[in-house]
């Protein structure tokens, strides 16, 4: 008996695991990835674009998935770059980019319709800052009823920040989207930084070294994408890559992965300079009415066996890449 497939939409800053979570996307048997929607975050916004493409082509998928562009800044901040972190989110790949454009509706106007065209069954993956889901929301009414589930990567489960002491990067970039998010009434599943990415999804160098041995075009690709930020990442104190984006996909996926999860009240801090981007998520003990499923635990293991899978199918290339 094969199991319905999932569908989906990815929103996305399109660089290093954002690469990985749109193949999880692309290539998971389970994934019916219906758009592509871009979100001003990691790097610049036509890179970001550029990196899906990339991303695609890997995928032999080029021209399959409509990419739509949204919100080229936050609500109110100006954009904050992470590109000391992830240099072009791509890890110089480049390749012939003529003749690929993105559709032309606006990408908030695209959640709108493509959820409502099929009300309460397509799940949203947010991995970047959550300025066109809080559009969307903000737009129009009926968009987080039609929205069957929203998977966000984004904050610490009270744990540390990665842009600041108290901030996750997702989080910090537009903390008034991120609010808006929270308060709007989504089923939503969140995917944090702190504990859970860095206890459960950093793949260290050795086992890097085993992905980068499989030799697929796939697993090419995944070792050169994911390769700029090592450093980085060492640099801080994380002993390997880290993967939320990919994680946040693979759970929608996969629910048998998380081995801990619980309902919390999420709010996100937007009036501190200090704490920007804060997420207070209570466990239940202060009576709060809870607004989403934290995920706190997953088989690491196993997720680390998933993408080595997934990147271990054979692909072929639409475009060489240079
Ligand atoms: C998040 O920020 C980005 O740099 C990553 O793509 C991920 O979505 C982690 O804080
Ligand atoms: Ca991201």
């Given at each position: 008996m094969t199991s319905a497939r999932i569908p989906l939409i990815i929103d996305t800053d399109t660089a290093q695991d954002d690469c990985v979570a749109l193949l999880v996307g692309l290539l998971d048997p389970r994934a019916d990835l219906r758009a592509i929607t871009m979100v001003a975050g990691n790097v610049g916004f036509e890179r970001q674009v550029r990196n899906a493409h990339l991303t695609l082509n890997a995928a032999g998928r080029l021209g399959d998935i409509?990419?739509?562009?949204?919100?080229?800044?936050?609500?109110?901040?100006?954009w904050v770059s992470a590109e000391n972190v992830h240099g072009d989110g791509a890890g110089g790949l480049a390749m012939d980019f003529d003749g690929l454009?993105?559709?032309?509706?606006?990408?908030?106007?695209?959640?709108?319709?493509?959820?409502?065209?099929?009300?309460?069954?397509?799940?949203?993956?947010?991995?970047g800052p959550l300025t066109n889901i809080a559009m969307a929301a903000v737009k129009d009414p009926n968009f987080v009823g039609n929205v069957k589930s929203l998977f966000i990567m984004g904050g610490s489960n009270n744990g540390r920040g990665n842009i600041t002491a108290a901030a996750e990067y997702n989080f910090y970039v537009d903390p008034e989207a991120a609010r808006t998010v929270f308060e709007a009434g989504f089923n939503v599943t969140v995917i944090p930084w702190a504990p859970l990415?860095?206890?459960?999804?950093?793949?260290?160098?050795?086992?890097?070294?085993?992905?980068?041995?499989?030799?697929?075009?796939?697993?090419?690709?995944f070792t050169r994408v994911v390769g700029t930020t090592l450093d980085f990442d060492e640099s801080v104190g994380i002993a390997?890559?880290?993967?939320?984006?990919?994680?946040?996909?693979?759970?929608?996926?996969?629910?048998?992965?998380?081995?801990?999860a619980a309902d919390y009240a999420v709010d996100v801090e937007t009036g501190s300079e200090l704490t920007r981007g804060y997420s207070a998520m209570s466990w239940g003990v202060h009576e709060l009415t809870a607004n989403a499923r934290v995920v706190e635990a997953v088989d690491g293991a196993?997720?680390?066996?998933?993408?080595?899978?997934?990147?271990?199918?054979?692909?072929?290339?639409?475009?060489?890449?240079?």
């Amino acid at each position: 008996m094969t199991s319905a497939r999932i569908p989906l939409i990815i929103d996305t800053d399109t660089a290093q695991d954002d690469c990985v979570a749109l193949l999880v996307g692309l290539l998971d048997p389970r994934a019916d990835l219906r758009a592509i929607t871009m979100v001003a975050g990691n790097v610049g916004f036509e890179r970001q674009v550029r990196n899906a493409h990339l991303t695609l082509n890997a995928a032999g998928r080029l021209g399959d998935i409509p990419i739509y562009l949204g919100c080229r800044r936050p609500l109110v901040r100006d954009w904050v770059s992470a590109e000391n972190v992830h240099g072009d989110g791509a890890g110089g790949l480049a390749m012939d980019f003529d003749g690929l454009a993105a559709h032309s509706q606006h990408g908030v106007d695209a959640l709108i319709d493509l959820v409502a065209a099929a009300p309460g069954e397509i799940s949203i993956v947010a991995i970047g800052p959550l300025t066109n889901i809080a559009m969307a929301a903000v737009k129009d009414p009926n968009f987080v009823g039609n929205v069957k589930s929203l998977f966000i990567m984004g904050g610490s489960n009270n744990g540390r920040g990665n842009i600041t002491a108290a901030a996750e990067y997702n989080f910090y970039v537009d903390p008034e989207a991120a609010r808006t998010v929270f308060e709007a009434g989504f089923n939503v599943t969140v995917i944090p930084w702190a504990p859970l990415t860095l206890d459960h999804a950093v793949f260290s160098r050795e086992q890097l070294a085993g992905i980068a041995a499989i030799d697929t075009p796939l697993a090419r690709f995944f070792t050169r994408v994911v390769g700029t930020t090592l450093d980085f990442d060492e640099s801080v104190g994380i002993a390997g890559s880290t993967h939320p984006d990919s994680l946040t996909a693979a759970v929608l996926l996969h629910p048998e992965l998380v081995t801990a999860a619980a309902d919390y009240a999420v709010d996100v801090e937007t009036g501190s300079e200090l704490t920007r981007g804060y997420s207070a998520m209570s466990w239940g003990v202060h009576e709060l009415t809870a607004n989403a499923r934290v995920v706190e635990a997953v088989d690491g293991a196993a997720f680390l066996q998933y993408i080595t899978d997934l990147l271990s199918r054979p692909s072929t290339l639409n475009r060489p890449f240079d």
